[in-house]
Nanobody, 123 residues
């Protein structure tokens, strides 16, 4: 059974950093991404990476602060988050497998999802 397992969430103060990881139990996914969802809000895209050519995509809120990276040999995607703000507080989800040509920022297109890891930014 295909599984995505996230780790690395926690509580940090504003301005702090966290590194999230997501391990896939399967190989061959073409795209892996991070989404987040705060209470009462829709799930929103954070970043995505192509496993074919390592092309990256970022939401406006993530640009300049977050970095997505990939270790294909380990089927693992990372999200390095720096300069965290209170508004980054959310459950962060890993997603995999995007039909070619689909919009990476639309959660409905992704085939597989992890259970999420909580990120809380608070002073």
């Amino acid at each position: 059974q295909a599984q995505l397992t996230e780790a690395g969430g926690g509580s940090v103060q504003p301005g702090g950093s966290l590194r999230l990881s997501c391990v896939a139990s399967f190989a061959g996914s073409n795209f892996m991404a991070w989404f987040r969802q705060a209470p009462g809000k829709d799930r929103e895209a954070v970043a995505a990476i192509s496993t074919d050519d390592y092309t990256t995509h970022y939401s406006e809120s993530a640009k300049g602060r977050f970095t997505i990276s990939l270790d294909n040999a380990k089927n693992t995607v990372y999200l390095q988050m720096n300069g965290l703000k209170q508004e980054d507080t959310a459950m962060y989800y890993c997603a995999a497998d995007l039909p070619y040509g689909s919009d990476w920022s639309e959660p409905g297109y992704f085939a597989y999802w992890g259970q999420g890891t909580q990120v809380t930014v608070s002073s």
